[in-house]
């Protein structure tokens, strides 16, 4: 499911990334495009896929395991707005924000419930090529995930369903496409380590292992 969002964001790149070239080659609606330089702002929108890779054991309030697993937590597709700073040609930091709803069961169907995430992610990201039309970079950082508007499912286990917020690593791989100007197309990648704590009044799960993959397409301009 995971790899399908990605290869399919990846192929919608290469989509956009060609019909530019070809415009450019027969009516020259591309110009000269902005470098990317030190002191540069960056805004882009998009969408973005929040697909999560879930496990975590369920266990009694007591601690007694229940031999429940949270394995389904579902994929989400929202629109993202993201802002960016150059330090230097080559160093940059990106702000993420964006909310995502999830339905969330068990490994035997149970309907935990459903909650929103807001995942703002900080990363500092290296671009080999600022000076290129096609710009590749990479970058790390970190996530804090608050969760909101949780509403229980009908099993009575999960009555008074919360997650606690949680923090956790973030790693990212990115190409920015050069336009016209001042505008650039851009696919990112992220992946998150994320464990949160889940309660119910009947049960918990100390370590809800999310760990999404974030993979965002969109476009964005240069100041």
């Not at 150059?86 to 702000?95: D, E, G, R, V």
């Not at 671009?127 to 970079?137: C, G, I, L, T």
């Not at 790390?140 to 997650?163: E, P």
């Not at 994320?194 to 240069?222: C, M, Q, S």
Request: with cysteine; glycine share 12%.
């Amino acid at each position: 499911m995971v790899l399908r969002h990605v290869l399919g964001s990846c192929a919608l790149l290469a989509l956009l990334a060609a019909a530019p070239a070809q415009a450019a080659s027969s009516d020259g609606l591309i110009g000269d495009f902005k470098p990317k330089a030190a002191g540069d702002f960056t805004v882009r929108g998009g969408l973005l896929v929040v697909a999560p890779d879930p496990s975590g054991k369920v266990k009694t309030q007591g601690g007694a395991d229940t031999g429940l697993r949270v394995t389904q937590i579902d994929t989400s597709v929202v629109p993202e707005l993201d802002f960016g700073y150059f330090f230097t040609p080559n160093i940059a930091a990106q702000l993420v924000l964006g909310v995502t709803p999830h339905h969330i069961k068990t490994d035997n169907g149970i309907d935990v419930g459903d909650v929103w995430l807001l995942p703002p992610t900080l990363t500092v990201q290296y671009h080999p090529f600022p000076a290129e039309r096609f710009s590749p970079y990479v970058g790390a950082g970190i996530n804090f995930t608050t969760f909101w508007g949780a509403k229980s499912g009908s099993n009575a286990l999960v009555s008074g369903f919360k997650v606690d917020p949680a923090v956790g690593p973030a790693i990212q791989i990115g190409l920015d496409v050069a336009l016209t100007g001042r505008w650039y197309m851009n696919l990112d990648v992220k992946k998150i380590w994320l464990n949160a704590r889940a309660t119910t009044d009947a049960l918990k799960v100390e370590n809800v292992h999310i760990d999404p993959w974030l993979v965002g397409v969109g476009f964005g301009y240069r100041f």
